[in-house]
C-alpha cells in the first residue's frame, strides 16, 4: 500500500519534471531611461512592460538594464546581460552609437541583438562578421529619406536646406537624403549641423535661411530637434518645414509646441493606427498594439519607438517559436545560433510599424508598407497619406 508520503513525494518529482520541462527564453533589454536620449527610452520600456510572459510559448523572463544614454554603460550592461546572465538575445540599445560599440561583445558571445536603433550601419555592411548577429527593428534612413523626397517632388518643392545632428545620426541621414534628392533632382541649397546639446542654433539657422530653400530638413530626434525649428520660424522662415522619424516623442510635441504645426514627417503607420486606411497591410496589427498601449498609458501617447520596441517581441515570439523545433534549448549557445538563424528567415510578419521579410542580406527587412507621412496637427501626430 502507497503511503501517503509516497504518494506526495510522486507528486512532487511529477511537479519538478513537468516544469523542469518548460524551457525558460531569457531576454536582455538595455534602454535610455535617463541621459539625453530618455524620452525616447521611457517610450522602449512602457512597450516592454506591456509585452507577454511568453515567447514562443514558452515561459519568458526579461530583464530590463538603463544605460543612461552613455555608450560605455551600454557596453558593460551588455557584457553582464551576456556573460552573467546568460541571455538568449538582446533588445536594444536605443542609440546607434551604443549598439555599434557592442557589436563586438554579440560577435564573441554569439548573442543576437534587435537594435532599437535608427542607423542602417548598425546591420550593414552584412559582409562584416560581427554584424551577422545585429539586427534592427526602426527602418532604415534610406527607406524614409525616400518617401520625404517623394513628397518633396510631389508638393512641387525643388530646392531644400539641410540641418541635422553632428553625429552618427545625421551622418547617415546626410548620406541617404543627399542621394536620395540627387537622384530625383531636387537641389540641395544648403548643409549645417548641430550638437544635441547645444543651446542655440542661430548661426547655422541664418545660414540656411541665406540660401532661401522652397522647405527644410532637420535631421534629429527627439527635443533637440525642436530648436532649429523653432529658430526657423522667430527668423521668419516661411516655407516646408520636415522632419525625421526620430521626432516621434511627447516630449518633442510639448517642447515645440504652437511651432511644429504643419510639420511634415515621415513615420511608422503603427504611429497613426486609426487613421491608416482600411487597406493598409498593417492596420490590424498596428491597431491591436494601439489599443492595447493607450489603455495603459491613455489617448494619443503612442509613438514609434513605443511601435519599434513592441514589434521587437512580435518579432523575438515568432523567430524562438521556430528556433525551439530545433531542439536546442534556451541557455545554451546553440540556441543562440537557432534563434539567430530564425531571426534571419523570418518572411511576412507583420509588426505594428511594418512587414518584416529578413535575410541574410538584410537584417532590417522592412520595405515600403512601413512608412507614411505624417504631419503634426492640433498638437498630436496625424496620418499624412502616402506621397
Not at 490590424?284 to 498594439?289: C, D, K, M, N, R
Request: proline letters at 5%; charged letters at 20%; hydrophobic letters at 45%.
Amino acid at each position: 500500500m502507497i503511503s501517503l508520503l509516497q504518494r506526495c513525494s510522486g507528486l512532487v518529482v511529477a511537479m519538478a519534471c513537468a516544469f523542469g520541462a518548460q524551457a525558460e527564453v531569457v531576454i536582455g533589454v538595455d534602454v535610455s531611461t535617463t541621459g539625453p536620449a530618455a524620452a525616447i527610452g521611457i517610450q522602449t520600456n512602457n512597450a516592454v512592460r506591456l509585452w507577454p510572459a511568453t515567447l514562443g510559448g514558452e515561459p519568458a523572463r526579461y530583464i530590463v538594464l538603463d544605460d543612461g544614454t552613455d555608450v560605455s554603460r551600454a557596453v558593460k550592461n551588455m557584457r553582464k546581460l551576456t556573460s552573467e546572465d546568460k541571455v538568449d538575445a538582446i533588445v536594444g540599445p536605443n542609440i546607434t552609437a551604443s549598439a555599434l560599440a557592442g557589436l563586438d561583445v554579440l560577435a564573441e558571445t554569439g548573442t543576437p541583438m534587435i537594435a532599437l536603433a535608427a542607423s542602417a550601419v548598425i546591420v550593414e555592411p552584412m559582409s562584416d562578421p560581427k554584424r551577422a548577429w545585429a539586427f534592427k527593428m526602426p527602418q532604415n534612413d534610406s527607406l524614409m529619406a525616400s518617401v520625404l523626397v517623394q513628397d518633396m517632388k510631389k508638393k512641387g518643392l525643388d530646392s531644400v536646406a539641410f540641418i541635422g545632428f553632428a553625429d552618427s545620426y545625421g551622418d547617415s541621414w546626410w548620406k541617404e537624403f543627399s542621394s536620395a534628392a540627387e537622384q530625383a533632382g531636387l537641389k540641395i541649397v544648403a548643409q549645417e549641423r548641430f550638437q544635441r546639446t547645444d543651446a542655440s542654433v542661430m548661426g547655422q539657422v541664418l545660414k540656411v535661411m541665406a540660401a532661401k530653400p522652397d522647405a527644410v530638413l532637420v535631421a534629429g530626434a527627439g527635443t533637440p530637434s525642436a530648436l532649429p525649428q523653432k529658430t526657423l520660424l522667430e527668423r521668419g522662415y516661411q516655407g516646408q518645414i520636415y522632419q525625421t522619424h526620430g521626432i516621434g516623442t511627447l516630449e518633442f510635441l510639448q517642447v515645440g509646441g504652437r511651432d511644429l504645426e504643419g510639420t511634415l514627417f515621415p513615420t511608422g503607420p503603427g504611429v497613426v493606427a486609426r487613421e491608416l486606411p482600411a487597406d493598409n497591410p498593417v492596420k490590424e496589427v498596428a491597431l491591436a498594439f494601439a489599443d492595447k498601449y493607450e489603455a495603459q498609458y491613455g489617448p494619443n501617447t503612442l509613438t514609434q519607438f513605443a511601435g519599434d520596441a513592441y514589434g521587437a517581441w512580435v518579432l523575438l515570439d515568432s523567430a524562438v517559436g521556430r528556433a525551439l523545433k530545433t531542439g536546442a534549448k534556451p541557455g545554451t549557445p546553440a540556441f543562440r545560433q537557432a534563434l539567430r538563424d530564425a531571426l534571419e528567415n523570418t518572411r511576412d510578419l507583420a509588426v505594428p510599424n511594418g512587414v518584416l521579410n529578413i535575410t541574410p542580406t538584410d537584417h532590417q527587412g522592412f520595405d515600403e508598407r512601413a512608412r507614411v507621412m505624417g504631419v503634426i496637427k492640433d498638437g498630436k501626430f496625424s496620418y499624412a497619406g502616402q506621397p
